[in-house]
T-cell receptor, first 115, second 118 residues
């Protein structure tokens, strides 16, 4: 139980294009999902909190117009990196917390490389 | 401010020996504490958590952690290490002080790389 999937697992794109990453909770419903970014050999940095049916809450310094988050259902949240640049290259990880639960379960991550 | 500290960047252990990965925390109120493990190029896997109850928490893959309120610690332990335990381990505390949509997100330590040699 408590499985979270991410798609795609890796993506390479050209500078200026947009990339959408999906995060799904496969066997539970999640009112809240989280998006993190991880640089090599570093800890996870919370980018935003995604709440089903409402606007996402972004951390300080994260551009909401660049990192668009949509949480359209209790099992799906998407992160769209708009007009991607090489500095956006990173490992993006989502997590989901079962509604009423206290544990976050993480997806396998998406490796984004912007050329 | 709430925070988590993992004082060791790396821990080296011989296979079969006990291992400890250290974690200390700073929160006001009762802490919600978690341990996760990350293998290369993968997401985080949940190992165990302490919310309330017994101070010794048992988790996945033979790991356990002891909550020590007086020392504000939550060290991860395993009696006999395996080579396959080699990975990056993260301690985290739930942020209970923020309001709005970000309440309840996790604050992570910087991670400790565990290396188990045969």
């Amino acid at each position: 139980g408590a499985v979270v999937s991410q798609h795609p697992s890796w993506v390479i794109c050209k500078s200026g294009t947009s990339v959408k990453i999906e995060c799904r909770s496969l066997d539970f419903q999640a009112t809240t999902m989280f998006w993190y970014r991880q640089f090599p050999k570093q800890s996870l940095m919370l980018m935003a909190t995604s709440n089903e049916g409402s606007k996402a809450t972004y951390e300080q310094g994260v551009e909401k117009d660049k990192f668009l988050i949509n949480h359209a259902s209790l099992t799906l949240s998407t992160l769209t990196v708009t007009s991607a640049h090489p500095e956006d290259s990173s490992f993006y990880i989502c997590s989901a917390r079962p509604t009423g639960g206290d544990t976050q379960y993480f997806g396998p991550g998406t490796r984004l490389t912007v050329l | 401010a709430q925070s988590v500290a993992q004082p060791e960047d790396q821990v080296n252990v011989a296979e079969g020996n006990p291992l400890t990965v250290k974690c200390t925390y700073s929160v006001s109120g009762n802490p919600y504490l978690f341990w996760y493990v990350q293998y290369p190029n993968r997401g985080l896997q949940f190992l165990l958590k302490y919310i309330t109850g017994d101070n010794l928490v048992k988790g996945s893959y033979g790991f356990e952690a002891e909550f020590n309120k007086s020392q504000t610690s939550f060290h991860l332990k395993k009696p006999s290490a395996l080579v396959s335990d080699s990975a990056l381990y993260f301690c985290a505390v739930r942020d209970t002080h923020r309001y709005g949509g970000s309440q309840g997100n996790l604050i992570f330590g910087k991670g400790t790389k565990l290396s188990v040699k045969p």
